[in-house]
């Protein structure tokens, strides 16, 4: 029997429901259950492909290429269980297959309504493929109270009636406020949430509360009094040190036992925490430590490269150092800040993905800075591209290298991809296609050159990355590329779009169409951020 975890949360945004339902499946995962975690946004876009990263953060894409919410990249890091097109649903979506079917006449003359309609839409989404699963793990976006978020609630409040007695349960994630001036902290807040959720008609089985200070059993009897719960049920949850290290926070604090009791599970095997106590001993006891500088264009919000941040910090793990991340604004190389100066301290720069002119340059003189003075690069995406542009610019000698993304150029390095190949068949695109869902998304296969650092850095010729981009690397532009030293040394299948680059002169320079970092895990670290990482500490050794 497949049971169900509905997450809520209360008082405030940006609590952590995303990590604590990632913790808490792993915490069932170590205890040898099979999860899943589903994420539904209330906002009306049908995915966040085309929405700013200072929005939405990143956008995190699954190996099947949907654009999802970031939170999905929590679930992948903390479980290793690979998200799916079916793991994130918008109300955009739900509301745009409505109006399909209803264009199409499927409704048979009925009036379409937020009930049933929209809330049948809302649970086929939620028990959809769980058929080989023990716990699903449903996060709902947004706020209790949120106007948004009401046909949601509506539908898993309807689930719970459907589903079987003990197959479903209700975690609120709440806010206690420390009040410093009276050096108390407040649960009213979290009495006012939960009042909110029950008079929608969900009443809550665990409260997950987070707070700055420790929560006093006086607190925690408060709070299950007033809010209808049992004082076990009242899970406090302090800042942690690392995201990391929330597993072993929530377990010391018991949520996982609670959410068995829940469910009536009394016999489930005690968690095999050897994972996570490796992750948290190399984090804790590093041998050293190296500085990367990430030269971006929205270094501005921390969120926006929140799985390249991860990677790197993967990478650290690996080689048993700590990665500091030293983020730089592209645009203020444009702007005469002192490029020597910003960069000479770092051990390896990386030039990640993003879209549109600005900053293009300020990264472009990054790549040729990290190449002309032996430092370790990574481009990701847009940073392969960039790396490509200056390659021909300066090795190769064709001075008017530039992309077709930033306007005309008579030397197009860089173009729109019109069309390629995909499990679906031929893809094909054109500049005035919509822009959503309309890239090259998901997991495509590579072929990488026998000899290349690439290749051994992978240890196999064949590889599968995950893709998001609308710009690829002109193949017609090889040889004079190659020539300056820049070698094309992984291709699609077919051989026509470029997938890597390297320079096998240069300490370790390497240069992706792909994203990497959606793949990294804690404790499976991303071979191309580990391999970095390294060259980074032989760089750190240097200076």
């Known amino acids: 029997m497949t049971r169900y975890i509905f997450i809520t949360g209360g008082v405030v945004s940006s609590l952590g429901k995303g990590l604590m339902a990632a913790s808490l499946a792993a915490l069932l995962q170590a205890r040898g259950f099979r999860v899943r975690i589903r994420k539904f946004d209330p906002y009306l876009n049908v995915d966040p492909?085309?929405?700013?990263?200072?929005?939405?953060?990143?956008?995190?894409?699954?190996?099947?290429?949907?654009?999802?919410?970031?939170?999905l990249g929590h679930y992948e890091r903390f479980t290793g269980v690979s998200a799916r097109q079916s793991d994130n649903v918008t109300q955009g979506r739900v509301y745009q297959t409505i109006i399909q079917r209803e264009r199409r006449g499927d409704y048979l003359g009925a009036t379409v309504q937020v009930i049933p309609h929209v809330t049948d839409e809302i649970?086929?989404?939620?028990?959809?493929?769980?058929?080989?699963?023990?716990?699903?793990?449903?996060?709902?976006g947004g706020t209790v109270g949120d106007i948004e978020s009401l046909p949601f609630m509506e539908a898993i409040r309807q689930l719970h009636n459907d589903l079987d007695r003990g197959q479903s349960i209700f975690v609120h994630v709440t806010l206690v406020p420390y009040i410093a001036a009276a050096g108390e902290l407040k649960t009213k807040p979290t009495q006012r949430s939960v009042r909110d959720l029950t008079s929608l008609g969900i009443q809550p089985d665990i409260l997950l509360c987070r707070c700055e200070h420790p929560?006093?059993?006086?607190?925690?009897?408060?709070?299950?009094?007033?809010?209808?719960?049992?004082?076990?049920?009242?899970?406090?949850?302090?800042?942690?040190?690392?995201?990391?290290?929330?597993p072993h926070q929530?377990?010391?604090?018991?949520?996982?036992?609670?959410?068995l009791r829940a469910f009536g599970i009394s016999d489930a095997p005690a968690p095999k925490m050897d994972r996570w106590d490796d992750i948290m001993d190399r984090r804790q006891n590093p041998e050293g430590e190296v500085t990367i500088g990430v030269v971006g264009k929205y270094v501005g919000l921390l969120d926006a490269y929140k799985s390249l941040y991860e990677a790197l910090n993967h990478g650290g793990l690996a080689n048993r150092v700590k990665v500091n991340v030293k983020w730089i604004d592209a645009e203020l190389f444009e702007k005469g800040d002192d490029i020597v100066a910003s960069l000479e301290p770092m051990h390896g720069i990386l030039v990640p993905g993003g879209f549109g002119v600005r900053g293009s340059e300020g990264k472009i003189e990054s790549v040729k800075f990290a190449r002309e003075r032996n430092v370790p690069f990574f481009g990701i995406c847009l940073g392969m591209q960039m790396a490509c542009i200056e390659g021909a610019r300066n090795t190769a000698g064709i001075a008017d290298a530039s992309t077709t993304e930033f306007g005309e150029t008579s030397e197009p390095v860089v173009g729109l991809i019109t069309e390629w190949m995909s499990k679906e068949g031929l893809q094909q695109r054109t500049a005035e296609t919509d822009l959503g869902g309309t890239m090259r998304l998901g997991a495509y296969p590579a072929k990488l050159t026998g000899n290349s650092v690439v290749a051994g850095i992978y240890g196999s010729n064949d590889i599968s990355e995950r893709h998001r981009h609308r710009y690829e690397v002109n193949a017609s532009y090889r040889e004079p590329l190659e020539k300056g030293g820049l070698i094309f040394s992984g291709m699609s299948p077919d051989g026509t779009l470029p997938e890597i680059v390297e320079r096998p002169d240069h300490p370790w320079f390497?240069?992706?169409?792909?994203?990497?970092?959606?793949k990294s895990k804690p404790f499976d670290p991303h071979p191309l951020f580990a391999s970095f990482i390294e060259a980074a500490v032989k760089q750190s050794r240097l200076v």
Request: aromatic share 8%.
């Open 49 to 71: 492909g085309t929405m700013s990263p200072y929005q939405h953060g990143e956008v995190y894409v699954t190996d099947d290429g949907a654009e999802t919410d970031l939170d």
């Open 215 to 246: 929560l006093p059993d006086s607190e925690r009897k408060k709070i299950a009094l007033f809010c209808n719960v049992r004082p076990e049920a009242v899970i406090p949850a302090l800042d942690a040190s690392s995201i990391y290290a929330v």
């Open 123 to 140: 649970k086929a989404f939620a028990t959809a493929d769980t058929e080989d699963l023990d716990f699903v793990l449903c996060e709902i």
């Open 250 to 259: 929530y377990h010391a604090e018991g949520l996982d036992e609670e959410v």
């Open 510 to 518: 390497v240069g992706v169409q792909f994203h990497p970092e959606l």
